[in-house]
């Protein structure tokens, strides 16, 4: 079972749009939470980070955490066709040797 | 900008051969490692170094070593592949807040 959970799976939305994305740790040993944006055919790149509880906002794009639950989410306004991807929330477990560990995704389609 | 690149960026291998998979960084990162990527399971952690000489096993193990014999190079081995391990291999570096990743190798194993 994924230790990290994405929802929805996937996500149709009309340009212009809100899209909302999901992510939560079922394993309490984490401490930092990042956003990676995948285009089709390309690599991930990191879209946000946040470490600390509460909001942070870069341009269209706004991360929300609640470490308490584990919980992070990702908002895109004013959604765009360019914003067609797929996101993977990843997680760093903050014991051991401090590994890494991404959701299964969430695969964004933006219709015009 | 981070580079790190990958070789060969498509294999084609046949079950029981040896694959090496190679990935070179030039941002001076200590950390380093080696992802797949299938449909539905995200991306799976398989090994990782802190410098060069380490390696740690990650997630999924299992059906491959990896190597790192300089700050630069980490290398992945399929000693014996199988069709299971046909997939989109990734290979990244790091600090504590971002990855970088290289533009991925597609291994199909006949």
């Known amino acids: 079972q994924q230790k990290v959970q994405q929802s929805p799976e996937s996500l149709i939305v009309p340009e212009g749009g809100m899209a909302s994305l999901n992510c939560t740790s079922s394993?309490?040993?984490?401490?930092y939470f990042w956003w990676y944006r995948q285009r089709s055919g390309k690599s991930p790149k990191m879209l946000m980070a946040i470490f600390s509880n509460g909001e942070k906002e870069e341009g269209r794009f706004t991360v929300h955490l609640n470490k308490a639950s584990l919980h992070t989410s990702l908002h895109i306004r004013d959604s765009q066709p360019s914003d067609s991807a797929l996101y993977f929330c990843a997680v760093r477990r903050n014991t051991g040797n401090y590994k890494y560990v991404f959701g299964a995704g969430t695969r964004l389609k933006v219709i015009a | 900008e981070a580079a790190v690149t990958q070789s060969p960026r498509n294999k084609v291998a046949v079950t029981g051969g040896k694959v090496t998979l190679s990935c070179n960084q030039t941002?001076?990162?200590?950390?380093m490692y080696w992802y797949r990527q299938d449909t539905g399971h995200g991306l799976r952690l398989i090994h990782y170094s802190y410098g060069a000489g380490s390696t740690e096993k990650g997630d999924i193990p299992d059906g491959y070593k990896a190597s790192r014999p300089s700050q630069e190079n980490f290398s992945l081995i399929l000693e014996l592949a199988t069709p299971s391990q046909t997939s989109v291999y990734f290979c990244?570096?790091?600090?504590?807040?971002?990855?970088?990743f290289g533009p991925g190798t597609r291994l199909t194993v006949l």
């Open positions: 941002n001076n990162h200590n950390n």
């Open positions: 394993d309490r040993n984490v401490d």
């Open positions: 990244a570096s790091g600090d504590t807040y971002e990855q970088y």
